[in-house]
């Protein structure tokens, strides 16, 4: 069995925020924290997958999926943040709201206000490394894409901080920059792509991103949006607009989702995605369905991951996975290195 490439970059040692404000309490140490980075990469490494370090590709791809404005701010909001006194984390406290205004809300100029225009929740706190940790996270996926779009069957690009929630003009949910979605639009030069999200929480960033495209596939599966984060997207009627309608997939699931279930699932998307007869695939992929995930909600076991890597080499398409979620510590490098056996054994 070849070993898959994957692309990591120590700079994501540099977003590393103390705590952050989730579920209405501090939380300390933050759920999506350095350690994630380093287990994954390790036990990648360790399973003999050769690990690479990104190239840097400049603002230009960055640009095909945000808005200027958000790339500014991120870029400069810590500087912003504490020559306006700020505290040592960057945590919004304010947010704009339809009517909030009277029409005429528009972002503030003090670095203490700009953030809540960005950001829509308080458990993504920035520090000074955020700007450097979420470019580096970028160019990661760009570097994976890189290696498919040469020739690769696959490839894995371990981004951390992950993405899947960070929209055209926003961030949040633990995401700056949406990685995958970048990736995703690098990717479209070959022809039609498809995203399949197996994170547990809904990618609300990656289906604005597409919304309107017609060229590009996403397929999510994830807990119910009723009961969990991000609670406003993700239910089986969005279907995307204009251009783009029919090419959105929701597959909402219930509490305790188990391997089997999980699976049917994933292998309805997959039929969908076969359908859409796309040139490459792009797995925005966690690990936060894993059963004892703090922050997920499903029952799978570690049996499931090389199946869900079975049922995604089935597709038989060039493959660029991109890591999102999964906060069991003492799990996800257990549910990578299984994921990418399953995927690989099946080729």
């Known amino acids: 069995m070849e070993p898959m490439p994957v692309v990591a970059c120590d700079a994501h040692r540099a977003h590393d925020p103390p ?7 501090t939380v300390k140490p933050v759920w999506e924290r350095v350690a994630r980075g380093e287990v994954l990469r390790s036990a990648l490494a360790g399973a003999g997958h050769p690990v690479t370090d990104p190239v840097e590709h400049g603002p230009e791809p960055l640009l095909a999926v945000h808005d200027r404005v ?13 020559a306006h006194r700020g505290p040592d984390v960057l945590v919004p406290d304010t947010f704009p709201v339809p009517g909030l205004g009277r029409g005429s809300a528009r972002p503030p100029v003090s670095g203490l206000g700009r953030p809540g225009w960005f950001c829509f929740d308080t458990a993504t706190p920035l520090v000074a490394g955020s700007w450097r940790a979420a470019r580096a996270a970028a160019d990661v996926a760009l570097s994976g894409a890189d290696l498919v779009a040469e020739g690769a069957p696959a490839a894995f690009a371990l ?17 700056l920059l949406n990685n995958a979605a970048i990736a ?48 406003f997207t993700g239910n089986a009627g969005e279907v995307g607009a204009g251009a ?33 007869d796309p040139t490459v695939l792009v797995v925005s ?16 076991g570690a049996g499931a991951y090389p199946r869900i890597g079975r049922l995604l080499a089935g597709l038989a398409l060039p493959t660029l996975f991109v890591q999102e979620g999964g906060y069991a510590l003492d799990a996800i ?3 990578a290195v299984a994921t990418l056996a399953g995927f690989q054994g099946a080729r």
């Open 70 to 82: 958000l790339l500014d701010f991120l870029e400069t909001a810590w500087d912003d943040w504490r």
């Open 333 to 335: 490098g257990d549910c």
């Open 244 to 276: 783009g309608a029919g090419t959105t997939c929701n597959l909402p699931l219930p509490d305790g989702t188990d391997d089997g279930q999980y699976l049917r699932a994933l292998e309805e998307a997959a039929g969908t995605v076969a359908a859409f």
């Open 184 to 231: 995703a639009r690098a990717l479209a030069g070959l022809g039609r792509v498809a995203v399949v999200d197996v994170d547990f929480h809904h990618g609300n960033g990656t289906q604005d991103v597409f919304w309107e495209d017609p060229g590009v596939l996403y397929v999510s599966l994830h807990g119910d949006p009723a009961v969990h984060y991000p609670y």
């Open 159 to 175: 981004c951390r901080p992950p993405g899947h929630h960070a929209g055209p003009g926003y961030f949040g949910g633990f995401c």
């Open 19 to 25: 705590y952050e404000i989730n579920f209405g309490r």
């Open 285 to 300: 992929l966690g690990f936060d369905t894993f059963v004892d995930d703090p922050i997920g909600g499903f029952g799978l």
